[in-house]
């Protein structure tokens, strides 16, 4: 499978086009802008081209993903030549992580890379999945980023909402972000509290408001 994916499209019933989730909080989310334009200027100063030292992540972060998805699955992945070898070593650390996990928490998967649109709030997005330990549901992002940042949350919680909306009889206990180090192969667990989640859609549906209203102008 190659890196060249095209761009999710979310469409409501009646075929109207909605915006997704991440193009909401790209736009109006400015929480990391500082961190992440000090980050850009060590990198500079560092010789190295911000623009093509993020694609390259962004692309590792793709192969990670697809190769917890093929695990999932119990499916073999075959790796094309559209990957760097550098990309292919640092995305088997981060499935050598997400093994690691599922080998100590045991999940039972319910859901995974699951294509959600809410007629209820005109917006669309594609969480990782969801799974179940015992008796409780949970709902799951997979990060391969250097960190968890709050954007990360009001992620999750939107897709908690969505998820529900579609699936009235689901009721989702709590959220995890599973953030895979692509450098040491360590997972790193975080969960989130389902007060959380809500908070995070509440405070993401005044973005996707904002947005809106922005389109507007």
Known sequence: MGKLKSHTAYKLKNGT???SVTTILSGECGWNKRVLMNWGIRLAKEGKDP?????????TGTLAHERCEADIHGEEYVITDDWTENQIQRSKKALDAFREWRSIAKPKFMEAELKMVSE???VG??????FKIGKKIYIYDIKTSRDVY???KLQLGIYTQMAEELQPKLKIHGGVILRLDKETGDFHYHAI?????????KIFLHFLETYRLHKEL
């Open 17 to 19: 086009r909605v915006p």
């Open 51 to 59: 623009h093509a030292y993020t694609k390259d992540a962004a692309d």
């Open 193 to 201: 509290h389902r007060d959380t989640l809500d908070l995070g859609a």
């Open 120 to 122: 209820k709030h005109k």
């Open 150 to 152: 709050d954007e990360m």
């Open 125 to 130: 997005g594609t969480c990782d999945g969801i």
